[in-house]
């Protein structure tokens, strides 16, 4: 069984390209029985797992995800169909980090029987993992959003695939190296297009605190209006707050997400109004869901594609009013005006 302390980081990002098959500190993983590997299941928590996943793998892994497009990982609640694929699975890859909140005590089950149960965003080095405002000292489990970050999960998956199916290593490992060289070509589109926004309109407001990442990584100065885990329901007066932000600071434009009923934000938006503010919704982002299985947000590249053109587009242009244009230093994250 692999945990955490034994699957260090260390190697993990040493492992690309994926020099060795050994995983860090000698951790033993329980192979799966050599009969099954002839289809070799693998069974995944959210959308962005299941794709690097099938990326990596191809046609050789049979691959099973439990969230589909808008479901929220930090609300769902395995049925017990989902507890038997999990537990037929040959290798489970999941988020860690307390992102499958009701999934935790099954999943700590699984890897007790030995099975090989790998939480991905975990294999991160701490030191670029941030603490969550809220979430009981926790670190912010949404890493996806800094493409740089992702890829060491893919790195991750890749090197275990390798380790516990090594008639496929070679595949397993050019996988992880295309895929990876993929990411390293979004990571700079990212970055290029934050960058034609001016700094003082890098300013992004969203229904739950999933971009802080994404905030550290490219320049943005983040809000969400619930916490970093939608478990937390924002109260009437963190809407007026939020909205008295927006307001003050000539905001153009808020944003729903896909995993998170509209409501929350479109109440901020209405207060908006009410403060004599016309602020727009500039959009869905995909923060902890997939798009639809074919559309351009299917895929997590696709999906991080849409969320930096969706945000660029709605927040350029001329701030409305110049004259209470604000001086951004800093990305001040997570914070709630
Ligand atoms: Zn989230």
Known sequence: ?????????????????????ALAGGATLNRPAA???AGITVATTVGMITDVVERIGGERLNVKGLMGPGIDPHLYKPSAGDIRLLGDADVIFYG?????????????????SGKAAIPVSESIPEDRLHKADGFGGAHDPHVWFDVSLWSIAAATIGTTLAELF??????????????????A?????????AQRLPAAQRVLVTAHDAFGYFANRYGFEVMGLQGVSTATEAGAGDVQTLAKYITDHRIRAIFVE?????????AVQQACRANGWDV????????????????????????????????????SGDPATPATRRTATGHERGSRA
């Open 1 to 21: 069984m692999i945990r955490r302390a034994s699957l260090t980081r260390r190697q993990l990002i040493a492992a690309a390209p994926l020099a060795g098959l």
């Open 35 to 37: 009969g099954a590997r």
């Open 96 to 112: 860690g980090l307390h992102l499958e909140g009701r999934l935790v005590d099954t999943l700590a089950k699984i890897r007790k």
């Open 166 to 183: 090594p008639e496929h290593a070679g595949a397993f490992g050019a996988g992880t190296e295309r895929y990876r060289a993929e990411l």
């Open 185 to 193: 070509a979004l990571d700079a589109y990212v970055t290029e297009r």
């Open 258 to 266: 896909s995993s998170v009923p509209h409501a929350t934000i479109e």
């Open 280 to 315: 727009r919704i500039g959009g869905e982002l995909f923060s902890d869901a997939l798009g639809q299985r074919g559309t351009p947000a299917g895929t997590y590249i696709g999906m991080v594609r849409h969320n930096i053109d969706t945000i660029v587009t709605a927040l």
